[in-house]
């Protein structure tokens, strides 16, 4: 039936442009075969145009009907085109043609919207298969890349290659003495694809446009590229004229989705390290309390994620002026002070090479009373940014299972919090631990504090109202690695004023 055609192909998971396309162009070559059938004219209808309601001239033939099909005939004939039989049917035929082919419009300018600012892809590397079975090992671990809009596959390859190239053994004791593999490559003639290039020139790759797939996904999905999966006998390596590297990859991949690299078997004995791929060798912050390491207070912590800094070739962001992918400087301001501050500390290490998340249990020193953030916030005015602590979440464990607690004052008290368990009358030194991951701060001056050291309105004390406060995720460790984000990242940081430049 129609749905059945229709369907799948407005469906972008499961069918590409160039497919609708395709379909498109057969629906008008029927509609034309249609119109020279004898009986595609109503003559009991005016012929003002060419195309009307059951209406449609010959445009002169004068051709015999017994020399031409009937509607019926012709439909029966096709085997995508039914039921066409009157021209009242083939007028509606063009009707649905044309709005088929609006759709399709609408599908790319929405798409070419929605990559405006390019995609992120996942890269696994896997050794090649054979047709009836799909490999489930990996050649190390996955790969998360940024890319433009205009990308195309083969520049894909490129890009594949550089940030391959430690893990490449090719081109690694070329040089001579005392000159580097920099001045070795550059002897090449200009133009000429580096011998990583051409390594990932001779890879296959599939693609799956699921969003977020799992890591251990057995499904090979859809062809990228000139090269074949299943052709394994294959070794013509993909040429950038090839139709197919033309392609655009957020076009085929869109966003979140995955390319996988094929590696035929040889090719990846010969030509990939693997040891070399997954080694780990990023420092983790150190614990306070050894080797007389400085304390990190929140104070350098805040200090820290206002300062400016350049995003890593890992997290490049698009320009659209440049059109192209830049290390782009990124800086965060404390605007105003807020009657309400929750500070969130980064307690989780993440690697970029490895995607891997470790715990930071790093002592972070914060006072809870006499916070100033004065050096900090940008709109002094006549409001004093003098906070005080009232409340504190605390972590336990770490990413596979964990346990939260939680401090907070009661009537000027510190209490503790934990599951059914309320315990009175803590001791500030046990407030400020390692476990901290979420401080409140209530600003000292605002009229919501009363005179009896609790929060509330109305006099209700020990009770925290919820107005309007801010939120600063900061790194924990008073370092670069947990607190760099991409830009493309959707994270709400409420009256802080970001700036790319």
């Not at 039936?1 to 070559?29: C, G, T, V």
Request: hydrophobic share 30%.
């Amino acid at each position: 039936s129609s749905q059945q055609i229709i369907y799948p192909l407005m469906n972008p998971a499961r069918a590409s442009h160039e497919e609708r396309l395709n379909f498109a162009s057969k629906l008008d070559k029927f509609v034309d075969l249609c119109k020279s059938c004898f009986d595609a004219v109503n003559h009991d209808k005016p012929e003002d145009d060419d195309i009307q309601f059951g209406s449609f001239r010959t445009n002169g033939r004068e051709d015999s009907d017994d020399e031409r099909m009937s509607l019926a005939e012709r439909s029966e004939m096709s085997s995508s085109f039914k039921n066409v039989n009157r021209p009242e049917d083939l007028a509606n035929l063009v009707i649905c043609a044309h709005m088929f082919r609006k759709a399709v419009g609408d599908m790319e300018k929405a798409k070419a919207a929605e990559f405006a600012d390019g995609a992120t892809i996942q890269v696994v590397l896997k050794p090649a298969s054979s047709a009836s079975s799909i490999s489930e090992r990996k050649l190390g671990g996955p790969l998360l890349l940024r890319v433009s809009p205009s990308l195309t596959v083969h520049g894909f390859r490129r890009i594949l290659a550089a940030r391959l190239s430690r893990a490449l053994k090719v081109g690694r004791n070329t040089s001579a003495p005392g000159q580097n593999r920099d001045d070795a490559s550059a002897v090449r003639p200009a133009g000429a694809p580096t011998p990583g290039e051409m390594v990932l020139s001779r890879i296959p790759m599939t693609y799956t446009r699921n969003r977020y797939p799992s890591y251990s996904s057995a499904s090979r999905g859809r062809q990228i590229g000139s090269l074949d999966v299943t052709e394994s006998a294959r070794r013509v390596p993909a040429h950038p004229d090839d139709t197919e590297e033309k392609e655009t990859v957020c076009r085929s991949v869109g966003n979140q989705g995955t390319v996988n690299l094929h590696w035929p078997r040889e090719l990846a004995s010969s030509h990939f390290d693997e040891h070399e791929w997954d080694r780990y060798e990023e420092a983790l912050p150190k614990r306070n309390g050894a080797g007389g390491d400085k304390t990190v207070t929140v104070q350098d912590c805040i200090d820290k994620f206002c300062s400016k800094e350049q995003l890593d070739e890992s997290e490049m962001w698009y320009c659209n002026r440049c059109r192209d992918h830049v290390r782009a400087w990124k800086q965060f301001h404390l605007y105003r002070a807020p009657p309400f501050l929750v500070i969130h500390l980064k307690r989780f290490s993440y690697s970029s090479s490895t995607h891997y998340r470790t715990k930071i249990d790093t002592l972070v020193d914060f006072p809870l009373e006499g916070l100033d953030l004065t050096e900090f916030v940008m709109c002094k005015k006549s409001v004093s940014p003098i906070y005080d602590c009232y409340a504190v979440s605390n972590h336990y464990g770490g990413l596979g299972g964990g346990h939260y607690t939680a401090y907070a004052k009661n009537n000027g008290a510190w209490c503790s919090f934990d599951d059914s368990s309320v315990n009175e009358n803590v001791s500030d030194k046990d407030v400020v631990s390692n476990a901290a991951y979420v401080l409140y701060y209530k600003r000292r001056d605002d009229p919501i504090v009363d005179s009896g050291g609790g929060w509330g309105v109305n006099g209700t004390k020990g009770t925290v109202t919820a107005p309007e406060h801010d939120e600063m995720d900061i790194d924990s460790t008073g370092a670069d690695s947990g607190r760099t984000n991409s830009p493309m990242e959707s994270e709400t940081i409420d009256n802080f004023a970001g700036t790319f430049c």
